[in-house]
């Protein structure tokens, strides 16, 4: 009987550190790369969450889904496999269940956001935006940081975003 009580308290110890260990994860925010090549890595820096891709390519797409909320400061950074600066973005698009937004390093400060309509469309006309939205494109030593404003996914579950660079390999 004695074995019996042991087994059952070393079982009970296994999953009550489990699920300690698992409570403790620190990442807010699951990474789904499209390309296979491409790596992402978060960490915090000076109280902000810091999303940093790797890019085999120049052009990749992302999807990032909270596992509970949002952080409220983020930031995208974006880094070349190969060791090329990544300086210029063609094209940067963001599009979460409200909102998408279209950019490029040419429009800090100033990016175009459209609305979703009543049945979830985005407009397509680049000329007539809904807004601007402050977002800034800056280099961080060869990288590229492109940083949001706060709390701007507050209530959203999943973001995408995509991107071409003005340089691929």
């Given at each position: 009987?004695?074995?019996?009580?042991?087994?059952?308290?070393v079982?009970?110890?296994?999953?009550?550190?489990?699920?300690?260990?698992?409570?403790?994860?620190?990442?807010?925010?699951?990474?789904?790369?499209?390309?296979?090549a491409?790596?992402?890595?978060?960490?915090?820096?000076?109280g902000?969450?810091?999303?940093?891709?790797?890019?085999?390519?120049?052009?990749?797409?992302?999807?990032?889904?909270?596992?509970?909320?949002?952080?409220?400061?983020?930031?995208?950074?974006?880094?070349?496999?190969?060791?090329?600066?990544?300086?210029?973005?063609?094209?940067?698009?963001?599009?979460?269940?409200?909102?998408?937004?279209?950019?490029?390093?040419?429009?800090?400060?100033?990016?175009?956001f459209?609305?979703?309509?009543?049945?979830?469309?985005?407009?397509?006309?680049?000329?007539?935006?809904?807004?601007?939205?402050?977002i800034?494109?800056?280099?961080?030593?060869?990288?590229?940081?492109?940083?949001?404003?706060?709390?701007l996914?507050r209530?959203?579950?999943?973001?995408?975003?995509?991107?071409?660079?003005?340089?691929?390999?």
């Amino acid at each position: 009987m004695d074995s019996i009580r042991r087994l059952y308290l070393v079982c009970g110890v296994i999953v009550v550190t489990g699920l300690t260990l698992s409570a403790a994860d620190p990442t807010p925010l699951k990474v789904q790369l499209e390309f296979p090549a491409d790596k992402a890595t978060i960490t915090e820096e000076d109280g902000r969450t810091v999303i940093s891709v790797t890019s085999a390519g120049g052009i990749g797409r992302m999807t990032l889904s909270a596992k509970d909320r949002w952080p409220k400061d983020v930031t995208l950074r974006l880094r070349y496999a190969g060791g090329h600066p990544f300086k210029t973005l063609e094209g940067f698009d963001v599009t979460s269940s409200r909102m998408q937004i279209r950019a490029g390093t040419a429009d800090t400060n100033k990016a175009r956001f459209f609305l979703a309509d009543d049945d979830g469309k985005f407009s397509r006309d680049d000329l007539n935006p809904t807004g601007w939205l402050k977002i800034e494109f800056k280099p961080h030593g060869d990288d590229l940081d492109i940083v949001f404003p706060s709390s701007l996914w507050r209530d959203e579950k999943e973001v995408s975003f995509q991107w071409i660079d003005f340089y691929r390999v």
